[in-house]
Every structure is written in C-alpha cells, then in structure tokens.
C-alpha cells in the first residue's frame, strides 16, 4: 500500500488504524475517527479529559515567531472545537542537527508566550536535534484541558436539521503562508495591498476566539451543536469530515461559501481552489436551525465574520455541493493542493 503526502483518507484509516488503537479501556468513550478533533477519557464526578495531537511547524520562509504561532494555535484550534481552551501541552521537538541554539531560544520562548496568552502550561515533552532532519515538520506536541463531560462539543454530535455556518474566509492559513513565503511575486502579480493583507491575515489563523465566542462564556449558549477546524482540505474538506464524523449528510450552496478577495487573488496565482486548501483560522460551526442568526451575531460582535453556508441532511441523502443551481456529490481530496503549490513555485525559484 502506498500513500501520497497528506493526511490519509478514510479508508485507509479503517483499514489500519480503526480496529487497531491498543487496548480497549471502558473509560475512552470518544476514540480515533476520521473528521474527529479530540478524544475523551471519562473522570470521576462527571468530567471529562479531552486530548489533541498535532505537528509542530518550523518553517524558515516564514520566520521562527510565525511557526511558533503555527505549532501553538494549530493543536489549539482542535481543541477550541470542544468549546474549552487547552489546559496543559506536552512538545516533542526533533529539530535539525544544524539548527542553532540561539534560534532554538528564539523559537521556544515563543512557544511559551503563546502558550501562555491562551492559559496553557507546558507540563512535559522531548527535545533533540537529529541528523538529516530537513522537514518542516519539527515534532509533534499534544494538548489536554479537563471540563464537564456534558458541556464538551464533539463533531458527532451535529445532527440532521443543523444549519452549517462557516467563520472568516476560506483559504486562510494557506494563501497567508504563500504571500509571506513568496514576497516579491506577490508584490509584483498581485500588488503590495493584497500582500501586506496576506501578512495580516496571519495572525487570523487562529480559531480558538471563534469557537469560544460561539459557545459562549461557561458554555451557557446550547444552541451550538458541533464544531470542526478547518486544516487540510480546505473549509469544503472541513466540512465533509464534521458530516462523516456524525453520521448525516449534508447540502452546502457554493455560492455562499466565504472567499476573500485577498484569498482569491493569491489563490488564482498559485493556482489553486481555495475552497479546498488549508484554512486553519476558519471554524466549522453547527447550530440547531433557527438559531444561526444568533449565533452570527454573537460572532460578528467580536469582529468574526460568519456566515450560513448550508445544512446538515440524512444520511441517505448524502453529501452535496449546490453550484449553479445543480446539486452533486462533494468530492473529498486526499491531497490538499498547497504542498504542490507551494513546491512548485519554491522548485522555479520564486522569491
């Protein structure tokens, strides 16, 4: 069996991964699955643990504060779909042999202040520095936060009737990292405007804000029903997996999914389709119907855009995609077209 780069698609996580995770504890009552963020271990009182694993970015294009930003606000972002912030954070680093130290001071105090803004101690890990490791992947780290069972979110629970809403733009993350990673072509193709918001919409990757506010202060809004972050696949991929994830299926309007003009223009030049490119910044909100204006107002409140994109379905009705009036299966790509992207223009020496 063989395996392009990416995340691997849901069958090979049944057929590898799904039957096969150690152990059956009683207490693990939201394990592995394809499209879901977190898993839960069961504590006494009525808590529960949720976990969250992710890579750690260290990306030289992009600068040793920006890929802290990117290690720390990724894994908060899974867990921001609980509707809790992360707690406690354990970092594997394996950096490259040739790595300096006064970059890795750099690098790791970032990581401490980010970490400590969102409130989460760093209570362990692994740090080494290896040979041959060229990767921009720098490690793997995981985060914790303990909270009441009944009020945590997970995808499976969105149901059918649920109005789909989709925060900020599509496209987020990836057009942001290609702006910052190929200045000069952007500022030369696309002008120093779109750029310099390139730049700024950076620092948007997070969607921890976003599911925070939706649910509101102690949860006390349960007019949320789900939530999914949006990382490789882009918001239709986010959208796809929260579908699978519980179960329904679902009917999404083209014409409604958010998109940018900054998001679009980057997008066009590297060509690719920013409703399937990575858009870490974007959450993937479900709420009972007639709810969703509430919702988007509490969002728009705090300067998040937000908009109804489409709704949760039947499972027998499967998963479609509206465009220009037709109504199709939405396709789900195991490969987001930003590595490619990014390779291309980085192997024709793009600056």
């Not at 950096?95 to 969102?118: A, R």
């Not at 290896?130 to 909270?147: D, H, K, L, P, R």
């Not at 009917?251 to 409604?256: P, T």
Request: proline share 5%.
């Amino acid at each position: 069996m063989s395996k392009e780069t990416g995340k691997i698609d849901n069958d090979i996580f049944k057929e590898v991964i799904f039957d096969n995770c150690g152990f059956p504890r009683k207490e693990v009552s939201v394990g592995p699955g394809f499209g879901v963020d977190v898993s839960l271990v069961d504590l006494p009182n009525g808590l529960a643990m949720a976990s969250t694993s992710d890579p750690l970015s260290l990306i030289p294009s992009l600068g040793l504060e920006e890929s802290a930003w990117l290690s720390v606000h990724l894994m908060a972002n899974d867990m921001a779909t609980t509707g809790f912030a992360p707690m406690y954070a354990q970092f594997v680093l394996n950096l490259p042999g040739n790595f300096p130290q006064k970059d890795f001071k750099i690098y790791w105090e970032y990581i401490h202040k980010f970490c400590q803004e969102i409130g989460t101690a760093i209570t362990g890990g692994h740090t080494g520095f290896i040979e041959g490791q060229n990767s921009t992947i720098a490690g793997g780290g995981t985060f914790t936060t303990i909270a009441p069972k009944k009020d945590i979110l997970v995808s499976k629970n969105a149901a059918p009737g649920d109005v789909i809403l989709v925060t900020k733009t599509c496209a987020i993350s990836s057009s942001s990292i290609l702006g910052m990673s190929f200045p000069e072509t952007v500022k030369n193709k696309l002008g120093k405007e779109v750029f310099e918001e390139s730049c700024r919409m950076f620092y948007k990757t997070s969607s921890l804000k976003d599911a925070l506010t939706a649910v509101g202060e102690n949860e006390k809004h349960k007019d949320v029903t789900a939530m999914h972050d949006v990382t490789e696949g882009g918001v239709l991929g986010a959208i796809y997996e929260l579908v699978k994830a519980s179960g329904n299926g679902a009917s999404i309007n083209d014409d409604l999914l958010p998109i940018a003009h900054t998001q679009q223009e980057i997008c066009r030049l590297f060509s690719i389709d920013p409703r399937y490119s990575i858009g870490a910044g974007s959450m993937i909100i479900t709420c009972k119907k007639g709810t969703e204006k509430e919702v988007i107002k509490r969002l728009e409140k705090e300067d998040i855009p937000c908009k109804a994109v489409g709704k949760i379905t039947k499972k027998e009705e499967g998963i479609k995609l509206v465009e220009n009036g037709e109504s199709k299966g939405l396709p789900y790509f195991e490969q987001d077209p930003y590595w490619a992207a990014f390779f291309k223009a980085y192997n024709e020496k793009w600056k």
